[in-house]
């Protein structure tokens, strides 16, 4: 089985730091993209970040731009580095994965996940 566990969330003032990881296992296909969503209360789920093997390039949300780094080890855990965090990045934060060639910004834009890992919550006070 496929399994996803993202990890590092906590509270933090604003302008602070926090790096997200994404733990894989299970999973075996050699082309996948893997994005970073979130969920703040009383809204829906909204990706923020993605990354795909077979694209150079990166996708990012305006809201994290310049702000937040996506990366990856290969297939077998991904990350997020958010810095200069805002109260309006308080949410739940969730990875997932797909076994596809896809370009990044296309992965984020689209609903096609295979899985979810549970999610790690972000707080930002002010």
């Known amino acids: 089985d496929v399994q996803l566990q993202a990890s590092g969330g906590g509270l933090v003032q604003a302008g602070g730091s926090l790096r997200l990881s994404c733990t894989i296992s299970?999973?075996?296909?050699?082309?996948?993209?893997i994005g970073w969503f979130r969920q703040a209360p009383g809204e829906q789920r909204e990706p923020i970040s993605c990354?795909?093997?077979?694209?150079?390039?990166t996708f990012y949300a305006d809201s994290v731009k310049g702000r937040f780094t996506i990366s990856s080890d290969n297939a077998n855990t991904a990350y997020l580095q958010m810095n200069s965090l805002e109260p309006e990045d308080t949410a739940i934060y969730y990875c997932?994965?797909?076994?596809?060639?896809?370009?990044?910004?296309?992965?984020?834009?689209?609903?096609?996940?295979?899985?979810w890992g549970k999610g790690t919550q972000v707080t930002v006070s002010s």
């Open positions: 997932a994965i797909k076994g596809v060639i896809i370009r990044a910004a296309a992965f984020c834009r689209s609903s096609l996940i295979d899985y």
């Open positions: 990354i795909s093997s077979r694209d150079p390039n």
């Open positions: 299970g999973f075996e296909f050699d082309d996948y993209a």
